[in-house]
């Protein structure tokens, strides 16, 4: 069997951002296995300036990296590896850009050979990435909004219906249709009936810039064209305004959201990066409005041991949903006990 490496970097990176070539000390990724870790440009690439090269190493051999950022231009971002066993490198090809909306973009480098080290170069303003490295090939062709369930195709992952089972109603959710989704009909997997619930920070997009359906149109583009998914991976997602919008079709369909924890687990990503800072004040009174429907619905549990965090599964190597939301105040336990309240008191939104 393939030993499927997936390990993601997510970097702050400043405008000049300084990273090293063979003359400089490559930065090397910490070997932290499936999930994400955040670092301090000035940590990872001590080696100085090279030219405005962008060197990352891995411990263990890739062949696909993928890469999700806002505000920068990487319309010429441009990649190299080492050529063999020498000190060379092969020339410079361009980088393939998935996402391009606005000032966020979504791109992937798919490589013949694995390998340990790639460098990256062009791009203006670069700000925020988030960068996967995969030991096998998981990307597909690009999808495109509406090209496969719109277009009339009888293909099972359609649904002729606006109300699958599973879906919230219309007073409570944006619908996928008016956010824009890739196949808004589309519906993924088996259906299996919710137990439980799993709250998440999306951490890149770490903010939405009052564009909350363009951050969920990258999002989804991600997981589907780099990840390989059916779809987007969370049920729900709600915006720093609390605006929630459906993500994957029906809630009684299994998300992609907690490693090997998916069957029966509703996912609630939440706008934002919340080891920067905490949920907005509208993005919990939203939650325990989302999070009383869910129990209405289906009758789970309003308890700390149905609904916890992503972090808090049983298998999981990730801080996620950040300590701002599940650390030393428990954001998560005040929205399951206002949701089980007839009348919800307002939960002041700070440290």
């Known amino acids: ?8 970097l997510t970097i702050l990176l400043a405008s000049a951002l300084l990273v090293a070539s063979f003359g400089c000390a490559a930065a090397q990724l910490p070997d932290t296995g499936p ?6 440009i000035a940590d990872l690439f001590e080696g100085g300036s090279c030219d405005d090269i962008h060197s990352l190493t891995q411990r263990e051999p890739f062949r696909q990296v993928s890469w999700m950022m806002t505000d920068a231009d990487i319309s010429e971002a441009e990649y190299r590896v080492p050529a063999g066993d020498s000190n060379r490198w092969t020339d ?8 391009e909306e606005g000032t966020s973009y979504n791109a992937r480098i798919i490589l013949s050979e694995p390998t340990e080290r790639i460098e990256v170069r062009g791009g203006e303003n670069l700000h925020r990435a988030h960068f996967s490295f995969d030991s096998r090939v998981t990307g597909r062709v690009p999808a495109q909004r509406g090209s496969l369930c719109s277009s009339g195709d009888s293909h099972p992952w359609c649904v002729n219906s606006e109300s699958p089972a599973g879906e919230a109603p219309k007073d409570l959710i944006t619908r996928r249709r008016d956010w824009g989704a890739i196949d808004p009909e589309r519906i ?12 998440h920070h999306t951490f890149m997009p770490g903010d939405d810039g009052d564009d909350a359906a363009r951050s969920i149109r990258q999002i989804q583009a991600f997981h589907i064209n780099e990840r390989g998914w059916c779809d987007v991976g969370y049920h729900f997602l709600i915006a720093k305004n609390g605006e929630i919008f459906r993500g994957r079709g029906g809630a009684n369909r299994p998300g992609a959201h907690v490693r090997g924890q998916n069957r029966g687990n509703i996912g609630v990503g939440f706008i934002g990066d919340f080891t920067a800072e905490p949920p907005t004040t509208e993005q919990v009174e939203s939650a325990v409005r989302l999070t009383r429907w869910i129990h209405t619905a289906f009758d789970i549990p309003l308890t700390r041991d149905a609904i916890r965090g992503h972090h808090e599964w049983p ?3 990730t801080g996620c949903p950040g300590e701002l939301m599940n650390g030393d105040v428990d954001r998560i336990a005040q929205i399951v006990e206002q949701a089980g309240l007839e009348v919800p008191v307002n ?5």
């Not at 999930?35 to 301090?40: D, H, I, K, L, R």
């Not at 939960?347 to 440290?351: C, F, L, V, Y």
């Open 315 to 317: 298998g999981q190597s």
């Open 188 to 199: 993924c997997r088996d259906a299996a009936m919710p137990t439980r619930v799993s709250f």
């Open 92 to 99: 410079w090809k361009p980088a393939e850009i998935t996402f």
């Open 347 to 351: 939960i002041e939104n700070r440290n």
């Open 35 to 40: 999930g994400s870790v955040t670092a301090e």
């Open 1 to 8: 069997m393939t030993r499927t490496l997936l390990t993601s």
